[in-house]
């Protein structure tokens, strides 16, 4: 007769989440020569797209990138923003005991509406959060009507 084994329910969950957060994440080995490994997610910014009457907005988190790494463009009705947050130098002395900020290359891209007058696109940067807005276009506007529902 088998040996009776008792479950744990805890053990088990800790188990599947260690196994998912590998799903996500790739390994480096620090830099100091030591055998650490530490676990970097890859990232990429939280963005919001919203739309008025006149123009669609994305707003991008982007905190701890700075101006010149960012860059916003358009080819052939796809929206791309792309980018770097840069990890902090290496400085003598310095131990690290956790490191949880994520940090590297990132690109989104969003497909664009037919309304959306892409030449008109403008971008500001202000307090880590990139704010694109992207006009419609006025024809787009004037052949919006609401339909009768019966």
Request: no cysteine; proline share 0%.
């Given at each position: 007769m088998g040996t009776l084994t008792l479950w744990n329910p805890?053990?088990?969950l800790e188990e599947l989440e260690k196994r998912m957060a590998s799903l996500f994440s790739r390994e480096s080995v620090s830099q100091d020569g030591e055998n650490e490994i530490i676990k970097v997610t890859d990232w990429s910014p939280s963005v919001d797209v919203?739309?008025?009457e006149k123009e669609y907005l994305i707003t991008a988190d982007a905190p701890g990138v700075k101006r010149e790494d960012l860059k916003v463009t358009v080819e052939e009705g796809v929206l791309m923003i792309s980018g770097e947050r840069k990890s902090e130098k290496e400085e003598k002395g310095k131990k690290f005991h956790k490191v949880e900020r994520s940090y590297g290359r990132f690109a989104r891209s969003f497909t664009l509406p037919e309304d959306a007058e892409d030449e008109k696109l403008s971008a500001q940067f202000k307090d880590g959060v990139l704010t694109v807005h992207l006009p419609k276009s006025a024809e787009a506007k004037a052949k919006s009507k609401e339909s009768?529902?019966?």
């Open positions: 805890r053990k088990e919203t739309e008025n009768k529902i019966s």
